[in-house]
């Protein structure tokens, strides 16, 4: 009943993330941030391929699918928190500040490629039992991951709060309070999957884990969907 439990929301997670990304997709040609819409679009399907391949090895159960596509999920998490800290960057600066930044495009865009490809070339996941997908990571690759991931979350809603909500106002800091309380909650989750995996109670953990996520995933998107907003 509990591994139903935890499908469900998994299923909830992917249905919500790529909704997200049809509506965000949909409404790109009338939205005011068009290149924040983009990002944040392919951030939510990166979620949502997360949580349709933890799904896809769950019920396959066998470790040649456990592995692979717990390693497409990974990078999917890997792209999609860039893709996250993109957003948060249009939202504060507008989309120039790829022009006018162009170290915070491109540094994090390699580290997190290169991240990726060390996840995919390198053979870090221990299948310990595939029927219950229980696994156990070597710690380089895994840590290289964690700390990516971790980072790229905590600096883009500590930025968010200091360089964006306490200096804007109106539509503006609605949008950004909606998307920070979004971050807050996939970092919250983040937390959750990180004491799931010390407790090694994982039916408990992944099921708050992707409950938490589809609430962020709400969150992040619904900061799009306001009337008005700056580009």
């Known amino acids: 009943m509990t591994e139903l439990i935890t499908y469900i929301f998994e299923a909830i997670t992917m249905i919500i993330s790529f909704f997200a990304t049809l509506m965000l997709i949909n409404r790109k040609k009338n939205s005011q941030v068009p290149l924040g819409n983009t990002f944040l679009s392919l951030a939510n399907s990166g979620v949502g391929i997360y949580a349709l391949a ?8 066998q470790e040649w699918a456990v592995i ?7 990078v999917a998490i890997i792209m999609s928190v860039l893709l996250l800290y993109f957003t948060m960057q249009v939202l504060i600066y507008s989309s120039k500040w790829i022009e006018i930044h162009k170290f915070r495009f491109w540094v994090p865009l390699i580290i997190a490629l290169s991240i990726a490809m060390v996840l995919i070339f390198t ?4 299948v310990i039992d595939a029927s219950t997908a229980e696994t156990h990571f070597q710690p380089i690759p895994f840590v290289l991951f964690a700390s990516f991931v971790a980072f790229m979350l905590i600096y883009s809603a500590i930025s968010l709060y200091y360089f964006g909500i306490r200096k804007a106002a109106g539509d503006s800091r609605k949008r950004m309070q909606i998307f920070f309380i979004g971050l807050i909650l996939v970092i919250s989750a983040l937390i959750v999957d990180v004491i799931g995996n010390i407790i090694e109670n994982e039916v408990l953990f992944d099921t708050l884990l992707f409950g938490i996520l589809s609430c962020g995933v709400i969150f992040v998107a619904g900061s799009f969907f306001g009337k008005n907003a700056s580009e």
């Open 54 to 61: 933890t799904i896809i090895y769950s019920i396959i159960g």
């Open 68 to 74: 692979a596509f717990l390693k497409l999920g990974m």
């Open 123 to 126: 053979d870090f996941i221990e």
